[in-house]
């Protein structure tokens, strides 16, 4: 069984959640955000690796997928996020957890079907999609929907497949697997 922790990194909140896969089937695990606070940066980052550290020996996921870094408002927003970013992706390797990472679009797309869905379209699906009661809150619904698109994706070899078209049949309809050493 696949479990994946899904990471919303922010430098004053961080969102998370957590599924299991049975097949092709999500199930909610639990999900919840990290107040940072308003400490000092290095008070702040210490307070997320801690408390994602805590998430991670608690529901001892196998996998982890985070959010890529997006273009930001400016730079020292995009510095902040990036160290956020950094510890989160720590945490996950200091547990030994392989990490993905995925573009908010790609999420997006992955949850409602086009990538330029609104906050409260990814919030709806990812409640309809994990059987959710509740609303588990902004960042923590984009936590969820950041594990389902990382359960929803090709992991292993098959994530790094290239496929070209064979150069005997350019009608579609053969296709090889293209040498990536090529």
């Given at each position: 069984m696949?479990?994946?922790?899904?990471?919303?990194?922010?430098?004053?909140?961080?969102?998370?959640?957590?599924?299991?896969?049975e097949g092709?089937?999500?199930?909610?695990?639990?999900?919840?955000i990290l107040?940072?606070?308003?400490?000092?940066?290095?008070?702040?980052?210490?307070?997320?690796?801690d408390?994602?550290?805590d998430?991670?020996?608690?529901?001892?996921?196998?996998?982890?997928?985070?959010?890529e870094?997006?273009?930001?408002?400016?730079?020292?927003?995009?510095?902040?996020?990036g160290?956020?970013?950094?510890?989160?992706?720590?945490?996950?390797?200091?547990?030994?957890?392989?990490l993905?990472?995925?573009?908010a679009?790609?999420?997006?797309?992955?949850?409602?079907?086009?990538?330029?869905a609104?906050?409260?379209?990814?919030?709806?699906?990812?409640?309809?999609?994990?059987?959710?009661?509740?609303?588990?809150?902004?960042?923590?619904?984009?936590?969820?929907?950041?594990?389902?698109?990382?359960?929803?994706?090709?992991?292993?070899?098959?994530?790094?497949?290239?496929?070209?078209?064979?150069?005997?049949?350019?009608?579609g309809?053969?296709w090889?697997?293209?040498?990536?050493?090529a």
């Open positions: 696949r479990v994946i922790l899904g990471i919303d990194p922010g430098s004053v909140k961080t969102g998370w959640g957590v599924i299991a896969l092709s089937t999500p199930h909610y695990r639990a999900s919840g107040k940072l606070g308003q400490g000092t940066m290095a008070e702040r980052l210490l307070i997320l690796h408390g994602l550290s998430v991670l020996a608690t529901y001892a996921p196998n996998e982890a997928a985070i959010e870094v997006f273009l930001a408002k400016n730079f020292q927003s995009a510095l902040k996020l160290q956020a970013r950094g510890v989160a992706m720590l945490a996950a390797g200091r547990a030994n957890i392989p993905r990472e995925f573009a679009k790609t999420v997006k797309q992955a949850i409602c079907g086009q990538g330029q609104a906050k409260a379209q990814v919030q709806n699906m990812v409640m309809k999609t994990l059987k959710l009661t509740e609303n588990p809150g902004e960042d923590a619904a984009d936590a969820l929907a950041i594990a389902l698109c990382a359960g929803y994706s090709k992991t292993g070899d098959a994530a790094h497949a290239r496929f070209r078209l064979s150069s005997r049949s350019r009608s309809s053969r090889r697997m293209k040498d990536e050493s």
